[in-house]
């Protein structure tokens, strides 16, 4: 069996193609092992217009087919499984996956960091068609419309003071009769008179046609119901990276982020970790795909030195 | 006269137009300054095979105009010029440029790092085919083939321990009878069977016919000449960043990049710096790009904060 890998890379969104597209033509065996499809979070983009080289924008899946059709031409291995732990065992990693154990020289890890969701009736069926969890991504598309932030921490005020720029109004919508911001950015986002705050309410439903077009929201004290007319939706109500298989090798920021140096390096020789799965990542394909290189050339030197 | 910008970009290569397609999509009013061709060093790769999205790889130049008609779809603007001085009047920046003077709220110097040249006969002529700055980026085209690195530095023997995993055979020539690197690496590279030292001596010239194919190599010390048949041509004697007219604002390390925290921050606030002329850069395309996606993020915070 073989199972032997120069760098194995765990996750294939940008970080981890990039990787390996990088690890692959440097001639190291390289595999990425993914639980989900490859891509990551670029297959939620109908289009992504701000990654560089694409004029007219381009759709998320099929970037995510450019990249690993490109990875795949320098050797890159695939496999559809879900790693359960790391071990370290110094210049060998041994990582336990649903499909069995592989040992790596170098390990990145590229696993991301999914948004969280409200997971109610309508927030998937519009993602991408209404429902956003980037304003840096999509606030572009929301030009004079009327949206909503979901949120009450400083990520969803920023959020908001994003919009300010494009939408003609913004809602911001929190459970809690206070918010969770900063006092300064909390009076920042009260002067802007493009922003509304509608407090302790949930947001039930999100409804619409082939878009976004309205949302059923309930006061949580009194249990009113009540429609708000908007076009679009922006959640964001936390982040929730895949760093539970590493708790106990890593360390981890309070969201659960794997902390690295600038290098890409964890606290673990040879193992690295890049894109939205680090400790304040900017989130954006760009800035995966950068760390991606970092990590590759970073796992060739440890590799090299051993 | 309107010269007055929110974001005024020093560099037209990757960075500098990464940094400019999110600053313009931003809704910043946003200017590249570019005194040479829009694009920089990539205008010198016939071909890019590591950058993420083209499986086939993608012309230098042509990636660079995909670049520039991206960034101008948002209203980035582009003049010819060059920057003489910048002077920090705190929430603005004054640029002196040989084009007069400009006014930004926030100034990112993207302006790249150029690789020394030896200025021999034949280097220019055959950069792209068989002559290269870069071997993560070209090793790969040179298997089993011979090839020289020019250099005695720790660079030097990064890139030819690099070209062991391509190449037959590596010379290095150092003009000295001592290299500069370190002992350890010097050691390694001489354990390498594949690597050979031709030192005291100098290249006099490069010739070729579509591509390269020998070297006139001269000793320094008997002023003998010889020539060496090969197939590819690595220089790696030194960069040389273009800092010169901020030398007097900013910090510098000892080959004249500039120093940056992790978020592209200068010492000065409101003036950030991306890519290869950063201190410690990677000098490759997807790091240029995620450089300047976070410069961009960052000078819009910082206008917001004014």
Redesign the interface.
Known sequence: MNNKYDVVIIGGG?AG??AG??TS???LKSLIIEKGIIGGNMNNAEII???????EG?NGPE?AN??H??AK?YGLETIAAEVIAIKDLGNKKLLQTSDGDIIARAVIIAGGSEKLKLSIPGEKEFTGRGVSYCT?CDA?FFRNKNVVVVGGGNSAIYEA??LT??ASKIYIIHRRNQLRATAILQERARAETKIKFILDTIVKEIQGKDFVQKLVLENVKTGKKSTLEVDGVFISIGLKPNTDFVKDLLSLDKQGHIITD?NMNTETAGILAAGDIRS?A?R?I?????????AA?EAKRFI?DQ
């Open positions: 940008p193609l990039t597209i990088y033509r440097d001639n217009d701000n990654y560089p080289g694409f004029p381009v970037l450019l990249m059709r490109q031409r840096t572009f003071m994003h720029k494009f600038e304040g900017i954006q760009t800035t995966a795909a950068g760390d991606g290189t970092i050339i090299d």
